[in-house]
């Protein structure tokens, strides 16, 4: 079965400082990828997704970046964090084809910036 | 654009009541429909989904959603409701004639159940 992982799990870190989440899927292969952000515990806004190694498709500009080093890894980064990117960070991952595919999710990053 | 819409914010409802969270959407194309659900500071869960087929879909923990293509709806619904229900419910769309990949949900809903 494929399982879907996060990490870390919670993180603090003062404005101005770097950022790196990590998500990793296991039992499947070419999935496609995707990062979203809740924030106050509500609706998700699609940050970025992922359809292969190198392919990275930005949903809206901000600070944030996105890479996909290795076919089942998606890295959520950022150079300078504000304090507006504070929420809860989910990664998600469904097949490669077919749109009918149902989307699987981790269990999320809380991020407070300070 | 594709748009999903749940009208309440918050469902209250007692333990044993039947309970419906609701959700409209807007497509251009056929949409495919699904409702997850989330417990606090955790990811999302699969519950159910409408592809195609029959109107009644059934998932998980005993829920059930109703496709109404011409109220552009899709409710979700428990016979009986438990305690353990209450939760965060996001439903959302994925528009078939677009091929856009990613899921458009909706604003979510609180549940909560009272014993």
Do not use: M
């Not at chain 1, 806004?45 to 890894?73: H, K, T, W």
């Not at chain 2, 109107?55 to 552009?72: H, I, M, R």
């Amino acid at each position: 079965s494929q399982t879907i992982h996060q990490w870390p799990a919670t993180l603090v870190q003062p404005v101005g400082s770097p950022l790196s989440l990590e998500c990793t899927v296991e039992g499947t292969s070419n999935p496609n990828l995707y990062w979203y952000r809740q924030a106050a515990g509500r609706g998700l806004q699609l940050l970025f997704y992922s359809v292969g190694i190198g392919q990275i498709s930005s949903e809206v500009p901000q600070n944030l970046s996105a890479s996909r080093p290795q076919d089942r890894q998606f890295i959520l980064s950022s150079k300078k964090l504000l304090l507006s990117d504070s929420g809860f960070y989910l990664c998600a991952w469904d097949k490669r084809a077919g749109t009918t595919d149902t989307q699987y999710f981790g269990p999320g990053t809380r991020l407070t910036v300070l | 654009a594709q748009s999903v819409a749940q009208p309440e914010d918050q469902v209250n409802v007692a333990e044993g009541n039947p309970l419906t969270v609701k959700c409209t959407y807007s497509v251009s194309g056929n949409p495919y429909l699904f409702w997850y659900v989330q417990y606090p500071n955790r990811g999302l869960q699969f519950l159910l989904k409408y592809i195609t087929g029959d109107n009644l879909v059934k998932g998980s923990y005993g829920f059930e959603a109703e496709f109404n293509k011409s109220q552009t709806s899709f409710h979700l619904k428990k016979p009986s409701a438990l305690v353990s229900d209450s939760a965060l419910y996001f439903c959302a769309v994925r528009d078939e004639d677009t091929g856009r990949r990613a899921l458009t949900f909706g604003s979510g809903t609180r549940l909560q159940v009272q014993p």
